[in-house]
């Protein structure tokens, strides 16, 4: 089999992927370092399994990064952002100001040119988005301080690359040799069309593309769903690349258009598996693209780079840490997850290469530079919670949740926005409490959302969805569908895989409310039972009985009856066994009734009245 195969080279990626990340998260490394080490056996300087043309692997594998930031854009509603606007713009904006400065005269001292110099500068202050996401994400540090921070600069570095995409052709040392992307258009023409193209995807997100998921979703077929989904990025992406813009930015503001959408948690749940599979092609092909030969040459050079890279870095963003006053913790942290180079820093020096802005001889060691510090980032996580933060382990189990940074992550979940769901969410919602709303039918989504209801279209008993709408970190699911049949997958997915979320459940029978105690869910509430006992307590006063003595004995029914249910848990099948039971229970409760008067030891402590 040739090694320019298709099949093969997924085989191989694949294979690797399977073997390398399972042993690197064994070993505490995390997944990140094990596509790196992957990448670096399988790769044209160990094993040569992948053959020498990693660059075209490269290109396609930072796909990878645009759905990743499209997922980002998904999550930043437009409010938030604003709110956070305070760390992207001062901590982010003095991040790469402070960076790109201190590296350019670096540079200066290396004997560039001045505008070569400027432009490593500006390249190296960015550091990666994929790989510092991915980690902080694994150990489960995005909400904290030094998360949030982090996710700050990255975002303000992610934006920051097309102003630098139009500014490195202005440091060109020769002018004639720059590439025009967009053609012969001059600069002023080039501008106008920048902004038509980002007006026009603003504007189109909104007016076009939630129409048409819309018209998608009333299909209920999920693969045509997926392949909107995938059609929307793919579209963006080489829009902005035809003139001549980061594709990753402009599936980034599409996805903050869309965050406001209801189909918001369906569209991350259909793109995040295509996301997490390329970005590890992405890790993959960094550590395959090493240039060994290169480093082995240059050795000296190459590591003495590197080591300036990650303590330049690491010393700005140590300082403007104990400058935005980040706690002791946040600050180690916060300063070694992005002391690294980042992977647009592979399109910039690709770029100036190009268009001859910078010479090979000085783009080529920065290349491997950048991988090598990109690898050493999953070591440098591990350096500062073995050496800075096992002093404050106790200190951070014990700090209240009002100390770190909220998000705006969302308390309770809703599944099912009938009658039921509604009242549910409306109620909580008038008391101040946060609620995420799933519901699959489209009409209705779209019908709910004209009232001011905060609405997500998807299929609520899908595991994917569920982590969308973030069940990791919810405190609380309230499952109100009418199929009973999803309705037991969910309570089995949360049970399985998020132990610590609460299950409030909606039956709507008795039988439904048996099962449902056996499944051990937390409560269970039988949809009309209260209101019949309203309409009961309504009759009974209208035929003259006191209102009082009619609430009494209605309150000694309700729990009699709620304790019955209890009792017949362990009858599960056994239909003699059943009826039997039922029949005991009732002569019981006519009994109780008659002679009105509660035993203190009828109920057990588990009922909560």
């Not at 829009?239 to 189909?263: N, R």
């Amino acid at each position: 089999m040739h090694e320019d195969s298709l099949l093969y080279q997924a085989f191989i990626f694949l294979l690797a992927t399977v073997v390398s990340v399972p042993v690197a998260k064994k070993l505490g490394f995390g997944s990140v370092l094990g596509y790196l080490i992957a990448g670096v056996v399988i790769g044209p300087y160990a094993l040569e399994l992948i053959g020498h043309d990693v660059e075209h692997i490269m290109h396609f594998a930072e796909f990878g990064v645009v759905m990743m930031l499209f997922v980002i854009g998904l999550e930043l509603r437009p409010s938030l952002l604003w709110r956070m606007r305070l760390p992207i713009l001062g901590l982010g904006g003095l991040q790469v100001g402070i960076t790109a400065f201190v590296i350019t005269l670096i540079g200066l001292a290396f004997e560039l040119h001045w505008q070569s110099a400027l432009a490593v500068g500006l390249t190296l202050s960015l550091s990666s988005t994929a790989i510092v996401l991915q980690t902080l994400s694994e150990k489960g540090l995005m909400p904290t301080e030094a998360g949030q921070s982090s996710f700050s600069v990255l975002l303000f570095q992610d934006i920051a690359v097309i102003p630098m995409l139009a500014l490195l052709p202005l440091l060109a040392l020769d002018s004639s040799a720059v590439v025009n992307s967009s053609g012969h258009l001059e600069g002023w023409q080039q501008g106008l069309l920048v902004i038509g193209v980002v007006g026009s995807l603003v504007v189109g997100a909104w007016f076009v593309i939630n129409p048409l998921f819309r018209i998608v979703a009333s299909t209920k077929l999920r693969e045509i769903f997926t392949a909107t989904a995938l059609c929307l990025v793919i579209g963006i992406a080489l829009l902005m690349e035809t003139v001549g813009l980061s594709a990753a930015l402009g599936t980034f503001i599409a996805g903050v258009v869309l965050a406001e959408s209801e189909y918001r948690h369906e569209l991350e749940a259909e793109i995040q598996p295509f996301k997490g599979l390329l970005l590890g092609v992405f890790f993959i092909s960094v550590g395959a693209s090493i240039d060994f030969n290169l480093l082995l040459k240059q050795p000296l050079l190459i590591a003495a780079l590197v080591s300036i890279l990650v303590v330049v870095k690491f010393a700005v963003l140590f300082s403007l840490a104990k400058a935005f006053k980040l706690q002791r913790g946040a600050q180690w942290m916060f300063s070694f997850s992005l002391a690294q180079g980042g992977e647009f820093c592979f399109v910039l020096f690709s770029f100036a290469d190009k268009n001859q802005i910078l010479p090979e001889a000085v783009t080529a060691p920065l290349v491997v530079v950048v991988a090598l510090s990109m690898a050493m980032t999953p070591l440098l996580m591990i350096v500062n919670e073995k050496l800075f933060q096992n002093k404050q382990a106790h200190s951070a189990k014990d700090k209240p949740q009002e100390d770190e940074i909220n998000d705006g992550e969302t308390k309770v979940i809703i599944a099912g926005f009938g009658r039921f769901g509604q009242i549910v969410d409306r109620s909580l919602s008038l008391n101040g409490i946060s609620t995420t709303v799933l519901d699959n039918d489209p009409g209705q989504v779209e019908q709910l959302r004209k009232f001011g209801h905060k609405v997500f279209y998807g299929d609520p008993s899908r595991l994917d969805l569920l982590h969308a709408a973030g069940a990791d970190t919810a405190k609380l699911l309230v499952i109100a569908v009418n199929d009973f049949g999803k309705c037991k997958t969910m309570v089995r997915l949360c049970k399985k895989h998020f132990p610590k979320l609460k299950l409030y459940v909606r039956a709507a029978d008795r039988i439904e409310a048996n099962e449902l105690n056996r499944m051990g869910v937390d409560v269970f509430v039988r949809e009309t039972f209260h209101s019949a006992l309203h309409m009961s307590w309504r009759v009974m006063t209208g035929l003259g009985r006191d209102p009082e003595e009619s609430k009494r004995k209605l309150e000694i029914f309700k729990r009699f009856d709620q304790k019955h249910i209890y009792d017949m848990a362990d009858f599960d099948g056994d239909e003699k066994a059943f009826i039997s039971l039922a029949q005991k229970n009732k002569a019981e409760l006519e009994k109780v009734l008659k002679g009105d008067a509660l035993s203190g030891d009828t109920f057990d402590g588990r009922l909560d009245w």
